[in-house]
Nanobody, 115 residues
Framework: QVQLVESGGGLVQPGGSLRLSCTAS????????MGWYRQTPGEPKELVAV???????NYRDSVKGRFTISRDNAKNTLHLQMNNLKPEDTAVYYC?????????WGQGTQVTVSS
């Protein structure tokens, strides 16, 4: 299995920035893609951004131009740089890793955008 630990959430004013980090350990060699999802109460998790081992990235439309996902394969770390944050970005953000016969989730980190 792969263990994921997120950090970097918090409270920020609209227009502010946060950087989330996710450190992976365990069967790292089996991971193909890593990504960030978010969830608000009563709603299912939604994909925010994903990065493949080959370097490809994909974002949900509402965060394009504001969020940047990056992988540091040498440090087994995934980052999400979030700029120009909006109140509708408020959610619990989860790190996700998918590979051959595995899928793992982190414990989640709260991001709150409010004045």
């Amino acid at each position: 299995q792969v263990q994921l630990v997120e950090s970097g959430g918090g409270l920020v004013q609209p227009g502010g920035s946060l950087r989330l980090s996710c450190t992976a350990s365990g069967r790292i060699f089996s991971v193909n893609s890593m990504g960030w999802y978010r969830q608000t109460p009563g709603e299912p998790k939604e994909l925010v951004a994903v990065a493949t081992t080959g370097g490809g990235t994909n974002y949900r439309d509402s965060v394009k131009g504001r969020f940047t996902i990056s992988r540091d394969n040498a440090k087994n770390t995934l980052h999400l740089q979030m700029n120009n944050l909006k109140p509708e970005d408020t959610a619990v953000y989860y790190c996700n890793a998918v590979g051959v016969l595995i899928e793992s989730w982190g414990q989640g980190t709260q991001v709150t955008v409010s004045s």
